[in-house]
């Protein structure tokens, strides 16, 4: 039989690795900054981050998982094309991507042009914040809500439809609990990304500064000092919900 | 009474069929894997559609145009139990049933529990019951709803012989007490014969001999049907 210290080892130390960067909040930086000039934008960025990405999120639950429940139950060929698409969406580099958003939607786009006549600007403001959020990371739900659903037995849904139970009802009872983990990963990851979208936020919408561009902003104008408390709420709460759900999601289902 | 009329084809097989069954009835389909039994049954059931045909239960039109599988007065058993894996054995036993199960109805319910001797694993979770606890516990599923068309594709497969005979005795109980019409797809000519006393023999999706069991293994209409009637 192999030693297994050795495997062991090798796994602690890439796992020592790979936690290491997170030592960096105990550096020595100097004493934290919490004055006027920092506090109140970033109390002001972690307002905006956690309010718009939450309603970010919710447009990407609403619309996302009806287009997952669709494309999950669709034909291998139509699946494909749909998947295609989906997974063009995330491979945009994020800076690329606001420059798109702003362009299309800005008063140069056909839908932006629209916009512009009607008064509504998608430029540095909530909507354009919450809009690039929704852009960000509505794929990387899209994909996972795609593989939770595609993972039921779909004679499980034809079953409760044939014991009478209407479509919505089959959803609710059969489909949605059997995918919520692989939803809640999906959702948490789509989270994640949105929390600490930088690259397409900082070009629509510099303003109102959500927490990675006033992170940006605080290093930027005072350095490190004034970087540090905003960073620990921004790993507190961009973190839990997806290491929760990944956890959650390892446990094997009804044992 | 049901009144099928189907066309499919498939890559393999064109099925073309017409079954009739009188209200109280039931008849077994037989003949060798691949014939077409069980898309037949599917058919019926509403998981898979016809290219063509009419199929009619009770005065309801099951096809053209399909109705939607919830409003089908069908209990579909397949060759695999499919058993909501979230919920525990009562859960998905009354699974069917609209509400809260009325006292007739939790007293159907627990007559269906032990009859099939379900008693110990009524609270434990689906995900957790044996290959064989799971089919009884499908069966229960099916017939809690008291639907009157049965569909039953190899419903005993893998199981030992004296829980067939067993299932066997309730079904031919619970027929006579619902009064449901039932079609059973079986390649083992026995237990079809049990079952039902009408057999309708499939061969390339066609019907080629129906009528009673000793008229059928009195003539059997091809080689392929005498040898698959054969004894081992």
Known sequence: MKPRWIPRCGIVFFALALLYPLTGLFSRVGPWRWDGAVANPTLSSIRVSLLWTGAAMLIVLLVGTPVAVYVARAAAKERLWWQSILILSILLPPLALGILLSMAFGPAGWIGRWLDQVGIRLSNNAAAFVLTQVYVSIGYYILGAIAAFGSIPPMLEKQAALLGHPPWRVFWRVSFPLARLGLAVAFSIAWVRALGEFGAVVVTAYYPSGMPVQLWVNLQSFGLPAVMPLLLVFLVTALPLPWVAHLLAQRRPHA | ?232
């Not at chain 2, 009835?25 to 069980?38: H, I, M, P, Q, V």
């Not at chain 2, 079904?171 to 019409?181: E, M, R, S, T, Y």
């Not at chain 2, 209409?221 to 040898?227: F, N, Q, V």
Request: net charge neutral; aromatic share 6%.
């Open chain 2, 1 to 232: 009474m049901l009144d099928a009329q189907i066309f499919k084809r498939r890559r393999d097989l064109t099925i073309e069929v017409h079954l009739k069954i009188e209200t109280g009835g039931s008849l077994g389909l037989f003949g060798a894997s691949g014939a077409g039994k069980s898309t037949v049954l599917s058919c019926i059931a509403g998981i898979e559609q016809p290219d063509r045909g009419d199929i009619r239960f009770n005065g309801v039109q099951l096809f053209p145009p399909p109705l939607p599988l919830h409003l089908r007065p069908v209990g579909y058993l397949t060759q695999e139990p499919h058993l909501f894996p979230h919920l525990t054995v009562s859960r998905n036993i009354a699974f069917g049933l609209d509400r809260m199960p009325t006292r007739s109805e939790n007293g159907w319910l627990a007559d269906l529990c032990t009859s099939l001797r379900l008693e110990d694993v009524w609270n434990a979770p689906a995900a957790r019951i044996s290959g064989g606890q799971a089919r009884r516990v499908a069966l229960a599923r099916m017939l809690a709803r008291r639907p009157p068309l049965v569909l039953l594709d190899e419903p005993f497969a893998g199981l030992d012989r004296q829980l067939v005979r067993e299932l066997i005795e309730g079904l031919l109980a619970w027929k006579d007490n619902l009064g449901f019409i039932m079609i059973v797809v079986d390649h083992q000519a026995h237990i079809l014969e049990r079952l039902s006393s009408h057999v309708a023999v499939l061969e390339q999706g066609r019907v080629i001999q129906q009528g009673e069991w000793e008229q059928v293994r009195a003539a059997p209409a091809t080689d392929l049907l005498r040898k698959l009637l054969a004894p081992l």
